[in-house]
């Protein structure tokens, strides 16, 4: 598909990726090199347990992997792992990266609402900020669902909605302030803010969520809302005194009926 042909929100995020791409390399080294830990406060797996513990035989895919630090954890617990992204930059540093390591990923350019992947290639999906907040929901999740064997799983992390409603409309740090409407969350546009997020990405009300959930064929083992630990500093536009008080992220752990 060319780029002309993408759809607005995939060639925008696509185009806002690979311009930063050299910002998100210190980051991705770093989780190269560490033990498995999520999201903007760094909390340990040993809290969220989001990875299966022993992934042996198991075929598992990243839905926007950027640096590929969460499909290089699931390498080296046994799957054989695929990563997918939109943007080459990105893939490039993941390349690096998996060669130092000398592990061995599939790494795919491409779009997470569409993997060149046949129905039920995959016993477990995850998104850490990939898919899980730049994909339209209403596409990513049924082909995560098409993607997955019947009793597979999904995992993703993103942005609570709590926080996407928190965030000013200019794009500035998220305040404990409502800056938009709660039920009409869906895509955010923030190509033409003078503030980073940028691009455009992704949520929606709790209940719009389950809802797609229930519609996809997908059944909820865990919700969680993220708290910040004391003590940390703002992470890009989350200042730390709010995401200790408030949800700034959530996972869903869900299994494919
Ligand atoms: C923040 S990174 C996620 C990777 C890593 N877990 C992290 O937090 O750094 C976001 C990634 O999502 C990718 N992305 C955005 N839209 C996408 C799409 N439609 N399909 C696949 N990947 C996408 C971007 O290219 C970027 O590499």
């Given at each position: 598909m060319t780029d002309h042909e993408l759809a607005a929100h995939v060639r925008e995020n696509r185009a806002y990726w690979d311009a930063r791409a050299d910002q998100w390399i210190a980051s991705g080294e770093q989780g190269w090199r560490g033990e498995p830990n999520w999201g903007c406060w760094e909390l340990p797996e040993s809290q969220l347990q989001l990875l299966p513990r022993d992934m042996s035989g198991m075929a598992a895919i990243e839905l926007g992997c950027g640096t590929a630090y969460v499909a290089s954890w699931m390498a080296r617990r046994g799957a054989s792992v695929v990563g997918i992204d939109n943007s080459e930059q990105q893939l490039a540093t993941a390349r690096r990266l998996a060669a130092e390591h000398g592990v061995q990923l599939t790494l795919l350019h491409g779009n997470a609402e569409a993997v060149p992947y046949p129905d039920g290639a995959f016993d477990f999906a995850i998104s850490e900020y990939g898919a899980a907040i730049w994909c339209d929901p209403l596409l990513w999740i049924p082909e995560a669902h098409r993607l997955l064997k019947p009793g597979g799983e999904l995992v993703f992390l993103g942005n609570a909605p709590l926080a996407s409603i928190c965030t000013p409309v200019n794009g500035a740090a998220v305040e404990?302030?409502?800056?938009?409407?709660y039920f009409d969350l869906h895509r955010l546009d923030w190509t033409k803010v003078e503030h980073d997020p940028g691009g455009m990405d992704f949520n929606l009300p709790i209940s719009g969520w389950l809802r797609l959930f229930r519609q996809t064929g997908f059944e909820v083992l865990d919700y969680l809302e993220l708290q910040a630990p004391p003590g940390r500093t703002t992470r890009h536009n989350t200042p730390a005194w709010w995401a200790e008080r408030w949800p700034s992220e959530h996972v869903w752990k869900l299994r494919r009926r």
């Amino acid at each position: 598909m060319t780029d002309h042909e993408l759809a607005a929100h995939v060639r925008e995020n696509r185009a806002y990726w690979d311009a930063r791409a050299d910002q998100w390399i210190a980051s991705g080294e770093q989780g190269w090199r560490g033990e498995p830990n999520w999201g903007c406060w760094e909390l340990p797996e040993s809290q969220l347990q989001l990875l299966p513990r022993d992934m042996s035989g198991m075929a598992a895919i990243e839905l926007g992997c950027g640096t590929a630090y969460v499909a290089s954890w699931m390498a080296r617990r046994g799957a054989s792992v695929v990563g997918i992204d939109n943007s080459e930059q990105q893939l490039a540093t993941a390349r690096r990266l998996a060669a130092e390591h000398g592990v061995q990923l599939t790494l795919l350019h491409g779009n997470a609402e569409a993997v060149p992947y046949p129905d039920g290639a995959f016993d477990f999906a995850i998104s850490e900020y990939g898919a899980a907040i730049w994909c339209d929901p209403l596409l990513w999740i049924p082909e995560a669902h098409r993607l997955l064997k019947p009793g597979g799983e999904l995992v993703f992390l993103g942005n609570a909605p709590l926080a996407s409603i928190c965030t000013p409309v200019n794009g500035a740090a998220v305040e404990a302030q409502l800056h938009r409407s709660y039920f009409d969350l869906h895509r955010l546009d923030w190509t033409k803010v003078e503030h980073d997020p940028g691009g455009m990405d992704f949520n929606l009300p709790i209940s719009g969520w389950l809802r797609l959930f229930r519609q996809t064929g997908f059944e909820v083992l865990d919700y969680l809302e993220l708290q910040a630990p004391p003590g940390r500093t703002t992470r890009h536009n989350t200042p730390a005194w709010w995401a200790e008080r408030w949800p700034s992220e959530h996972v869903w752990k869900l299994r494919r009926r």
